[in-house]
T-cell receptor, first 111, second 114 residues
Framework: EDQVTQSPEALRLQEGESSSLNCSYT??????LFWYRQDPGKGPEFLFT???AGEEKEKERLKATLTKKESFLHITAPKPEDSATYLC????????????FGKGTRLHILP | EPEVTQTPSHQVTQMGQEVILRCVPI?????FYWYRQILGQKVEFLVS????????KSEIFDDQFSVERPDGSNFTLKIRSTKLEDSAMYFC????????????FGEGSRLTVL
């Protein structure tokens, strides 16, 4: 069964303190791994797609990387507005109409 | 900017009643989805819909649930005979295709079953 496990569940950082969020996945033939951001009471908002091991994507203070078993979301010098839940999701090659999400990491950036 | 809209934003219903949640996906999108999120838990896949039929569904999506695209713009989720455990936020999403994994989510419909 396809699975996505994220760690830590929650993370509190001081403004400017860089860190990384982890996403471990098990999927029968990965088509894509995705990162989303979810603010309280809102729907998830797409950030990145990664397709193959070694790939990296960047957007402002965020950088996503992918290996054969896990993905990292690196946050460099975060600001309070980066506070949100970050969700990792995967899509299997032969079930590409279904994207499954992990539980997410709740990130809180203190000013 | 185009967006997915959902109605109602909040619905309270009695156990056993039927509920219809409505969504208007982005107009040129071809794939439509329903997800749900029980408070404090993960976003769970319910169903995907393409070319006027269900393309994939989860174990959660049993005979109690049905989806429909009645008029080419709306996409609805019907829950028959609601149970307490159906209380959740229900998100509709749409996408142009399946390759990029870029789903556009609505703001959600919060369902409370009493």
């Amino acid at each position: 069964e396809d699975q996505v496990t994220q760690s830590p569940e929650a993370l509190r950082l001081q403004e400017g303190e860089s860190s990384s969020l982890n996403c471990s996945y098990t999927v029968s033939g990965l088509r894509g791994l995705f990162w989303y951001r979810q603010d309280p009471g809102k729907g998830p908002e797409f950030l990145f797609t990664l397709y193959s091991a070694g790939e990296e994507k960047e957007k402002e203070r965020l950088k996503a990387t992918l290996t054969k078993k896990e993905s990292f979301l690196h946050i460099t010098a975060p600001k309070p507005e980066d506070s949100a839940t970050y969700l990792c999701a995967v899509q299997a090659r032969y079930r590409d109409d279904k994207i499954i999400f992990g539980k997410g990491t709740r990130l809180h950036i203190l000013p | 900017e185009p967006e997915v809209t959902q109605t109602p934003s909040h619905q309270v219903t009695q156990m056993g009643q039927e509920v219809i949640l409505r969504c208007v996906p982005i107009s040129n999108h071809l794939y439509f989805y329903w997800y749900r999120q029980i408070l404090g838990q993960k976003v769970e896949f319910l169903v995907s819909f393409y070319n006027n039929e269900i393309s994939e569904k989860s174990e959660i999506f049993d005979d109690q649930f049905s989806v429909e695209r009645p008029d080419g713009s709306n996409f609805t989720l019907k829950i028959r005979s609601t149970k307490l455990e159906d209380s959740a936020m229900y998100f509709c999403a749409s996408s142009e295709g399946v390759v990029t994994g870029e789903l556009f989510f609505g703001e959600g419909s919060r369902l409370t079953v009493l």
